[in-house]
């Protein structure tokens, strides 16, 4: 945990200087490999060497080192297809570890967490930070983060930062692709004959929200690059992909329209966070706004057939409170097997949370992250566990039939109905008319 009350060492948070109309910066932290990259921080007599981490049931590959890509090895290729490369020592290949892996993106949260005003775990390796109104030259902090992130937790990352998040992804992207700029790049430096020039060498499928078919519609309207997609007419952009896609647009034109807070979901995890109604100084509090992110979570979880290997949970106080002691909690927690069960999934999130909790703070919002997700049928039950495996599927079955028809909160676990200090202000919400039995329209 960081504890950044006592005078943070780079300014002040960041609302006030909003008000006094600054223009947003947003900064991105990704980890390189971070799979790969977990597995080496324990052995790092693999470093340089092509290395792969394998799903479930060592099934097939699902993160390879830059080493395993330069040998064109693709994600998804199945274990046996590298079983020689394997035997002779050309390419070291790690089951799927994902209790590693989510305290190591705990850890790494934090370190970030402590040295910028605020942060937004993204993705399991990734985060956005505020940086707006921070003062001078923003590259040497970026190097900083790199560099104590790496030091503190081993794990090699890019970090960028521009004006808008689509930017900065694709900053990131290039700092990513471009080893000559040190794992760095500051978009708000570039002057704009290189920002056009940076922009040319992205192909447009690897702008952040620019889907499979949106891009190969865009390559038949002539925009094959990231510029040649930034220079159409924004209103061309907006008549044909729609609002989504036309912000991408604005974004990619330096014009902010997703928050820090509102980005697209991340791809192999599930993630639900809220900020309180008021602040929480219980644990029961935190622990029941927890379970409720959990529940909703595990139902998408289920409803995606997938089961999950690793819950994080994280919790803040209230960044835009310059009086209050400022603290970011986050930890991890393994399971044994992966599981799309609320109640298991509730009891990893409350143990994690446990271990997270530090007294005396006031929190303001709580997340939780679904992580190590695979399809709920490659997860193969224990022998010996089949007889309960049955048992949790049929009672979460039955918990989203309940649900569907009598409304989400008709059965709650303990946790989450022990409190509901957290939840927002409701009092002016219409009845659900149509979903719940409770609230339908009496007609006398
Ligand atoms: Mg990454």
Known sequence: MVDRGRGHPLGAPVPQMKEAGLRPVFALVDANSFYASCERVFRPDLAGRPLVVLS????????????????????GTPAFRLAGLI????????????????????????TVAGMVPRIEPYSIDECFADLTGMPGDLAPLLVQIRARVLKWIGIPTCVSCAQTKTLAKLANHLAKTYPALGGTLDWTALAAPRREKALSLVPV????????????????MG??????????????VRRRFGVVLARTHAELNGLPCIELESAPPPRRQI??????????????DVAAALASHTAAACRQLRSQRLAARAVSVFFQTNVFDPKARQCFAEQSCGLSRPSADTL??????VKAARRAWREGFAWKKAGVMLSGLEPEDEAQPDLFEAQSDARSKSLMATLDRLSGRYGRDVLQTGTERASNGWAMARALKSPCYTTRLSDLPRVS
């Open 344 to 349: 298991v999934l509730t009891e990893a999130a």
């Open 205 to 220: 499928g690897e702008v952040w929200g620019v889907g499979g078919r949106s891009a190969e519609a865009l390559r038949q």
């Open 271 to 284: 993630m639900r966070s809220r900020s309180f109604a008021r602040p929480c100084g219980e644990f029961q």
């Open 56 to 75: 479930n049931n060592d099934g097939c590959v699902v993160t390879r080192s830059a080493e395993a890509k330069k040998m064109g090895i693709k994600n």
């Open 87 to 110: 035997r002779s020592g050309a390419l070291v290949a790690f089951s799927s570890n994902y209790e590693l892996y989510g305290d190591l993106s705990a850890r790494m949260m934090r």
């Open 223 to 236: 925009a094959r690059t990231a510029l040649e997609f930034a220079r159409l007419p924004a209103s061309a």
